[in-house]
T-cell receptor, first 117, second 114 residues
Framework: EPEVTQTPSHQVTQMGQEVILRCVPI?????FYWYRQILGQKVEFLVS????????KSEIFDDQFSVERPDGSNFTLKIRSTKLEDSAMYFC???????????????FGPGTRLTVL | AQSVTQPDIHITVSEGASLELRCNYS??????LFWYVQSPGQGLQLLLK??????LVQGIKGFEAEFKRSQSSFNLRKPSVHWSDAAEYFC????????????FGTGTKLQVIP
């Protein structure tokens, strides 16, 4: 069964450094998302991406964050200058167009645990 | 704005006992409802989903959920819990007709005792 993959599984970085989290969505999916989960808290939406542009973003997704689909398979989240509070599990998700006007389910990757020291 | 409430932060049940995890949602349009499970240090696995039809939906691992529009609820149930069901369970709501984000509840952590 196809699945969303994410690399690395764990990233440790120093405060102020740039990090890039990588995701490979399911191959025929068209919509891509990033979510994060701070330890012990709920999963929060960051950004959605369709047709090579951001379609929605949350308040969390400020100028320090960016997303890109550099080729036909990868979807990346970049944090330009990491802060301690960026430490979290970051989940990538993707979904297909859906049928008969009804949207499809988002499928989540295993996550990347980001630790900012 | 859409929101999801899971009133139970932590639930402990004995192995073999029945389980019900509560979920209430607030959504102005037609909701698309989900339950995900997360084992420690792991990602989110879809248990089941509901968007139309029979209000009792069956999922993986023997779980089921019942949609009650009048109560804005989507409670998750399992008749007999196994030790391997210990995990955190998230209820979530999305929009049925758009590609917007999914909004998650705060989760219910399930502990299973022998």
């Amino acid at each position: 069964e196809p699945e969303v993959t994410q690399t690395p599984s764990h990233q440790v970085t120093q405060m102020g450094q740039e990090v890039i989290l990588r995701c490979v969505p399911i191959s025929n999916h068209l919509y891509f998302y990033w979510y994060r989960q701070i330890l012990g808290q709920k999963v929060e939406f960051l950004v959605s991406f369709y047709n090579n542009e951001i379609s929605e973003k949350s308040e969390i997704f400020d100028d320090q964050f960016s997303v890109e689909r550099p080729d036909g398979s990868n979807f990346t989240l970049k944090i330009r200058s990491t802060k301690l509070e960026d430490s979290a599990m970051y989940f990538c998700a993707s979904k297909n167009m859906g049928l008969s006007g009804i949207t499809d389910t988002q499928y989540f990757g295993p996550g990347t645990r980001l630790t900012v020291l | 704005a859409q929101s999801v409430t899971q009133p139970d932060i932590h639930i402990t049940v004995s192995e073999g006992a029945s389980l019900e995890l509560r979920c209430n949602y607030s959504y102005g349009a037609t909701p698309y409802l989900f339950w995900y499970v997360q084992s420690p240090g792991q990602g989110l696995q879809l248990l089941l989903k509901y968007f139309s039809g029979d209000t009792l939906v069956q999922g993986i691992k023997g779980f089921e959920a019942e949609f009650k529009r009048s109560q804005s609820s989507f409670n998750l149930r399992k008749p007999s819990v196994h030790w391997s069901d210990a995990a955190e369970y998230f209820c979530a709501v999305g929009d049925l007709y758009t590609n917007q984000k999914v909004t998650f509840g705060t989760g219910t952590k399930l502990q299973v005792i022998p």
